[in-house]
């Protein structure tokens, strides 16, 4: 058969253009790559949405989490107020120092497993008034150098990471300048 064909040439060869099959077969594959690559995008955006909303989800559960937690700890606070109003009582009794003992342990007890919630008491010890994280209860006339600051707390304050279950109560000193 390829004797009667010139030297170099193929059999089957048009001249180096391509059967129109061929042809046919580039472009259909060119077509699925086009679609294959707007599949892997539209993947890959959708998997960036599901990641987005996982972590706005955990987000969201974290913030209920500690919601929640706060709401079961904040009856216990009023319980440790309690507490320390008895002990301060029975430390000023004569004959106390045994019920003092007892209930110094039962409020540091109290305080031990809320702090295994995560709650925090506030310090306001030597602070500017914050009003975020403190309620004035009281003012009281200070030098200018004191203004703002707090006093004394009146009423332990708590946090739970970033949420006041309770804001701690103060008297806070006001410069009459």
Request: net charge negative; hydrophobic share 35%; glycine share 10%.
């Amino acid at each position: 058969l390829t004797d009667n064909l010139p030297e170099g040439e193929i059999p089957g060869d048009t001249g180096g253009k391509l059967p129109t099959y061929l042809e046919d077969l580039e472009a259909r594959l060119a077509e699925k790559d086009r679609l294959l690559q707007e599949y892997i995008q539209a993947h890959k955006s959708s998997k960036a949405d599901m990641d987005e909303a996982r972590t706005r989800l955990e987000r969201d559960l974290d913030r209920r989490v500690a919601i929640e937690k706060a709401r079961l700890a904040a009856p216990f606070l009023e319980v440790m107020d309690n507490l320390q109003r008895l002990l301060t009582a029975c430390q000023g009794a004569s004959g106390g120092n045994e019920l003092a003992e007892g209930v110094g342990l039962l409020l540091r007890q109290v305080a031990d497993q809320l702090g295994k919630l995560g709650l925090e008491p506030i310090d306001t010890r030597e602070q500017r008034f914050d009003p975020r994280t403190m309620e004035a209860l009281m003012t009281e006339p200070v030098s200018e150098d004191r203004d703002g600051m707090v006093i004394e707390e009146v009423r332990p304050g708590y946090l739970l990471g970033e949420h006041v279950v309770r804001p701690a109560g103060v008297r806070v000193g006001v410069s009459r300048g």
